[in-house]
């Protein structure tokens, strides 16, 4: 065993020889950024030798300079400990500070209060000779009209009897469904609360709402701890794939950050974690698989088939979640093994079933989903939009966390460009939404011409005011755009710039978005001026400038701004609906039965619309159509 000193921390773990920093780091709690799973191929886990023996190697020093590398900068996932070491963690490779979309859509108590978990006061008649009916059938004999069919585990048996005979069978019971949850002696009506989560394969959002008023109580959220392995869920996949140890790995770091959530909402409110009875979850089928511990492996390959996608229904203990020993777990349901419960609660949350008009759903993050229709019909589709627009695959990307560049403009009076950056701090990188933004003004100012090119820095100098020119720098696959300089950065390690790759890499993801939502008005037979709305869903969709989307054409170009709507965190707006309601669970139930579902690597035609809408809008002016 080898010790390594983590900085700043000052915290100091044990590492067996040959293992990584960045997989000791993760298993120590201490997060990372990576976006490909721990593989060296995205250069995001960085870190300095401060102390120690680490001789550089070509794997280990991917896409670093020679300066960098003689300064002891070292990729964590790449770098096996053979002796004792110090590391410092950059403040651009933590995994911390994430500005996470915890609010959206209407009250729970604005929709009626029929929680799935409900509290009965029972005056029991005693048992007599000419009335020998069990202690649990008399339970349910009293509560036959409200819980036709009342169930019971063993466990909630063993003291009945007692319980019963020791409150002159006056009780309390709690009702899940059609499951006993506990018997309590006397009145104890009122203490009833439930947990609604939103798993996002980047952020879990947790709100606490007391299930017999509808009110929420407390919010609390967290980047997702996932995230370590990868940034997406194809690379997580991959890791849960390796066997069961892996999935277990990967469940108890999703489980203690949903108890983390919930602990914290209960403390804020002065909430008992044992009076929460209930916690519903909402995520994409490979996040609801790792939930559970189940292999996602099917997902990912043709013909990507989940193992389960109906609704699921657990004990919270049999996954570990320790809230009470009551605690029951309901997961919403999946259409496809890419449009998982977090788009049938974006459906419900939207009541897109209901809808006379045509409206387009659109979730956007590392997987676009899609869903257009109307109450007549639907069609859904899943795009592999990437984490582009998560800062991955960028080559100074980042989340959106603090310091991280979240709008690019131009002013036109020094005729340069300039920056902002979350809690306005010193520059570690840039963000998607600050990505979208970068190339609008690009686009718009001619640094980027219609197929994506950057200009040449020969032709900027001849075409483009002196101070936009000179951020047009050569880099070392065609053309950079300097952001920052490196000596107004947090790091000062490296320049913050977008390379030629990079726009490429938002090309990608922004043309996988806009093929899904041509391929569905393709399908369906219509146009988008057409269209009622666009609701635009997710955290990171809230952020997007509309004029921004419209400007790299992330819609097609007879969608208007004005029909763009932002309908925030639906996925958690959706989780509360079905925790306080028992009929809203029962309609996102029936959703996945409801919705045609594309698959779009099996169309012939999706190639051909996929390269087109990889192109940018002209770039010589733009047209709000």
């Not at 991955?392 to 310091?403: E, T, V, W």
């Not at 306080?580 to 012939?604: H, T, W």
């Amino acid at each position: 065993m080898h010790k390594v000193k983590i900085l700043p921390d000052n915290a100091t773990i044990e590492i067996k020889d040959g293992d990584t920093v960045f997989d000791a780091c993760c298993r120590a709690g201490i997060l990372i950024q990576s976006a490909c799973g721990g593989v060296g191929s995205c250069t995001k886990c960085v870190v300095r030798v401060r102390e120690g023996n680490a001789p550089p190697s070509p794997h280990g020093t991917r896409n670093l300079t020679a300066k960098e590398i003689q300064d002891g900068y070292r990729l964590s996932c790449q770098l096996g400990v053979h002796n004792d070491l110090t590391i410092e963690i950059p403040p651009g490779s933590r995994f911390y500070g994430e500005q996470i979309l915890t609010v959206g859509g209407a009250s729970v108590a604005d929709n009626g209060l029929n929680p799935n978990v409900r509290q009965y006061y029972l005056q029991l008649p005693e048992p007599h000779l000419e009335d020998q009916v069990g202690d649990f059938e008399r339970i349910a004999r009293m509560l036959a009209r409200d819980v036709p069919e009342l169930k019971c585990d063993l466990e909630q048996l063993r003291d009945l009897d007692a319980l019963l005979r020791e409150s002159d069978f006056k009780v309390t019971v709690t009702v899940c469904g059609s499951r006993l949850l506990k018997t309590e002696p006397g009145n104890t009506r009122g203490r009833v609360y439930g947990v609604a989560c939103d798993i996002g394969t980047t952020t879990v959002a947790g709100y606490l709402l007391d299930l017999t008023t509808g009110r929420e109580l407390a919010v609390a959220s967290r980047s997702n701890p996932q995230a370590a392995y990868g940034h997406d869920v194809l690379a997580r996949g991959d890791y849960a794939d390796r066997g069961p140890a892996e999935r277990r790995e990967l469940q108890d770091l999703i489980v203690k950050c949903v108890q983390d959530i919930a602990e914290e909402c209960c403390k804020k409110a002065r909430v008992a974690p044992e009076h929460v009875y209930e916690v519903v979850l909402a995520g994409n089928t490979i996040m609801t698989h790792l939930l559970f511990a189940l292999n996602p492996r099917q997902i990912t390959v043709s013909p990507f088939t989940p193992i389960y996608a109906k609704a699921f229904k657990v004990p919270a203990r049999e996954i570990g979640l320790d809230l009470s020993r009551w605690t029951m777990v309901y997961a919403l349901p999946s259409v496809a093994g890419y449009v998982g419960g977090d788009i049938t609660a974006g459906m419900l949350a939207t009541d897109l079933r209901n809808r006379e008009r045509l409206t387009l759903f659109v979730d956007i993050g590392t997987n676009g989903e899609i869903v257009l229709g109307n109450n007549t019909r639907m069609i859904s589709c899943a795009a592999p939009a990437g984490p582009a627009f998560e800062g991955a695959k960028i080559s100074c990307g980042l989340r959106a966390m603090s310091g991280a560049i979240d709008a690019v403009g131009y002013d036109a009076v020094e005729q340069d460009l300039y920056v902002t950056t979350i809690g306005d701090q010193a520059a570690r990188g840039i963000c998607g939404t600050g990505l979208i933004d970068a190339v609008a003004t690009f686009l718009e100012h001619g640094l980027v011409d219609a197929s994506g090119r950057v200009v040449d820095p020969e032709e900027a100098q001849g075409q483009l005011p002196p101070k936009l020119a000179a951020r047009v720098v050569h880099g070392d696959n065609g053309s950079d755009i300097l952001l920052v300089p490196v000596e107004e950065t947090l790091e000062k390690r490296r320049d913050i710039r977008l390379t030629q790759r990079d726009i490429r890499e938002l090309q990608l993801a922004k043309g996988a978005i806009r093929a899904g939502v041509d391929m569905a008005l393709l399908v369906w037979g219509v146009t988008g001026d057409e269209l009622d709305r666009v609701l635009i869903a997710g955290g990171f969709g809230n952020y997007i400038k509309p004029e921004a989307a419209k400007k790299i054409g992330l819609f097609p170009p007879e969608v208007t701004i004005e029909q763009l709507e932002f309908v925030g965190n639906t996925a958690a707006v959706g989780a509360k609906l079905c925790l306080a309601d028992a009929e809203q669970r029962a309609r996102v139930e029936r959703l996945p039965q409801d919705i045609e579902y594309i698959e779009l690597s099996g169309r012939k035609d999706f190639p051909d619309v996929f390269m087109s809408a990889m192109l940018f809008p002209g770039a010589d002016g733009f047209e709000d159509e």
